[in-house]
């Protein structure tokens, strides 16, 4: 609902960069475009709009790489020193994520980065609204239609994002839900050494081996996750196949815990434990069950 609300919401155009411009001017361009679109939205008498873009530029200090809040919205988050970063994440969320919704997305992001500087301080963790997500009751979440549009815009910033971080940075892909089925379909480039699928209805492909990168492959789900009970077929341009956490489907595996859908990245729970320690490289390597 609050996402239909704000199909039409006022805000700017997003800021225009040229190629290398540095992430510190980027995130100074977009927290001046982040403060018009609040007061657009005011104007608007857009309020739930108003006090959700509020929360997101309450700090003064957030670091956006990109941001448009038009519609839906979009917006590509970092928290970290970027350009410091050995080890950066890259989060890819799935349906219904929207402006309206950011805080619980972020909130995510947030938890990943603490988890990962009390191992690794020069780490960085992005969090990826860079498309239009789908409903999660639609047609449009049981085809990869939303998801081929994205991968076309999330490859090349990955490439943009390594020559970002520090020399040699190691990236990672982290893929919840419908934002599995987008990183399946999303070319990678040497710099991204894992991709991890968490709470996936599929990716389309029949085995790891069929995606697009050269990256370890990683699957896991939770015990309480609803989206065990999604038929893994694919019919007539319906549906994602083979489930990531079938042996069959030949991911190594992670331990997702006994957590539901949207708890993968709780504080203190065993699947964020898990998922850091892919990021720090001393995850214990498994092929992939049914959880």
């Known amino acids: 609902m609050s996402a239909a609300a704000s199909a039409h919401a006022p805000a700017p155009a997003p800021a225009v960069f040229a190629e290398g411009t540095s992430p510190q001017s980027r995130y100074a361009a977009n927290r001046a475009n982040l403060a018009e679109a609040v007061r657009m939205a005011e104007e608007a008498d857009r309020t739930g709009r108003a006090d959700r873009l509020r929360a997101m530029a309450a700090s003064g200090t957030a670091q956006l790489l990109a941001f448009d809040g038009r519609g839906r919205g979009r917006a590509v988050e970092v928290f970290g020193d970027l350009e410091a ?10 349906s219904d994520t929207t402006l309206d919704t950011y805080e619980r997305f972020r909130s995510g992001a947030v938890a990943l980065r603490q988890r990962l500087q009390a191992a690794h301080p020069r780490s960085a963790v992005v969090a990826w609204l860079g498309y239009d997500t789908p409903g999660t009751v639609s047609t ?12 076309a815009e999330l490859g090349p910033f990955l490439d943009r994002l390594a020559s970002m971080a520090a020399p040699g940075a190691r990236l990672s892909l982290f893929c919840h839900s419908y934002g599995s089925v987008v990183c399946a379909r999303t070319a990678t480039g040497p710099a991204v050494g894992d991709v991890v699928l968490f709470g996936s209805p599929g ?17 896991g ?14 019919l007539g341009g319906l549906g994602f196949g083979t489930d990531p956490v079938d042996p069959a489907f030949g991911a190594r595996a992670f331990d997702a815990g006994a957590g539901g859908h949207s708890d993968y990245l709780k504080p203190g729970s065993r699947s964020l434990d898990a998922l850091a ?7 214990p390597v498994g092929e992939a069950g049914h959880a």
Do not use: F, K, N, Y
Not at 85 to 94: F, H, K, S, T
Not at 140 to 150: E, H, I, K, Q, W
């Open 140 to 151: 449009t979440v049981l085809t990869a239609g939303r998801a081929d549009g994205a991968a």
């Open 85 to 94: 970063a050995e080890r950066v994440v890259v989060l890819v969320p799935g």
């Open 203 to 219: 990716t389309g492909a029949g085995a790891a081996r069929e995606l697009p990168t050269t990256a370890r492959v990683w699957a």
């Open 221 to 234: 789900r939770g015990g309480a996750d609803w989206i065990a009970g999604v038929p893994h077929v694919r």
């Open 277 to 283: 320690a892919i990021v720090l490289g001393t995850a």
